[in-house]
């Protein structure tokens, strides 16, 4: 099995070289590529020394089983055909193919089937709020079809990349030494705020991320459910929070619920509200599963529930998503 990076340096990229080592990835030869910044940057994979290849369209895929593509997604589409034409399957952690018709769109506790159906050799991973969000929801799914959903998600700054993360530090830095804070990354200064802005505005008055919420959870779970959202980035370094309301077509109790989220899988119930025991996302990151608590009844609608979830979506929301799909396809000898 040989595997290949795209994006080795960036948050997602490093986080794939993690999860591939815990998770003992099965593999005879990694390959790291970038872009001419960090060509040259070693990095050390279980004792092995790798540099990172420039990416360029040349034949580099040529023998490479499967590829973790976290590049941005003009980077996606420029090189999906360098990189899928020998064979490799690339697994895309950007936005670039996910609505797509003939790509499928998988979270592997949700449609790990979906990826078997790949005619351009591509498999996209969801963006990462909707991934912590689906493994939620299929666990109600299993027990009454969801009709809708609103849902305000509170995310981290990691979520928008190695860079964001520096910048939120630096930010506190300097607010403490009593300068100005350089604002780059996001709107608006993040370190003491909450900005209400994740990814461009549409003219529908959602940002492109609430959109992805509603898009991308329909492919999933190949469902007719309607979801509203809103999408705020949060001074947290890493791991998303949701708040999210169901409306599902018969009434679901909250033991119900808490017995469905328990066994489902992916999923962590912590949820003793006496015992101030809840998921947030300062003891989640790094951490694989996705937390669920604060389950109750919505006071407004008797066919209503709502919770509240935490995910590391760094992890869950990127790179462990995409390698978990990678060892589907392994496990039904899809590749390899
Ligand atoms: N951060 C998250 O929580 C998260 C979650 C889900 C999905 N994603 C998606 O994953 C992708 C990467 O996100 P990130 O947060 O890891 O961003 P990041 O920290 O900014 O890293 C970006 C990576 O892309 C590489 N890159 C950029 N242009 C390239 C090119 N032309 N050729 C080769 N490599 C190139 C960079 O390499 P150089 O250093 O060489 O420039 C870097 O390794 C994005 O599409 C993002 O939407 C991110």
Known sequence: ?????????????????????????PMDELILFGSSRSAGHVYNF?????????????D????????????????????????????????????????????????????????????????????CTTIQMVVALKAIENLSHIKRVQVSTYQAASGAGATAMAELVKQYEQILKGEEPTVEKFAYQLAYNVIPHVDVFLENGYTKEEMKMYNET?????????????????PVM??????????????????EARKAFAEAEGVVLQDEPAKKDYPMPLFIAGKDPVYVGRIRKDLTNPNGLTFWTVSDQIKK???????????YLIKVKNIG
């Open 1 to 25: 099995m040989k595997v290949a990076i795209v994006g080795a340096s960036g948050a997602v990229g490093q986080e794939f070289l993690r999860v591939l080592d815990e998770r003992n990835f």
């Open 46 to 58: 279980r004792g092995k020394q790798i540099t990172v290849k420039e990416l360029k369209h040349n």
């Open 60 to 127: 580099d895929f040529k023998g490479i089983d499967v590829a973790f593509v976290s590049a941005g997604a003009g980077t996606s589409r420029e090189f999906a055909e360098t990189i899928t034409k020998f064979g490799t399957v690339m697994i895309d952690n950007s936005s670039a193919f996910r609505m797509d018709n003939d790509i499928p769109l998988v979270v592997p506790e949700v449609n790990p089937e979906d990826a078997l159906n790949r005619p351009c050799g591509i498999i996209a991973n969801p963006n």
């Open 218 to 234: 329909r492919k999933i779970m190949h469902s007719d459910i309607e979801v509203s959202a809103t999408c705020v980035r949060v």
């Open 238 to 255: 890493r791991a998303h929070s949701e708040a999210t309301w169901i409306e599902t077509e018969r009434p679901v109790s909250v033991e």
């Open 317 to 327: 929301g990127a790179a462990l998503n995409a390698v978990q799909i990678a060892e």
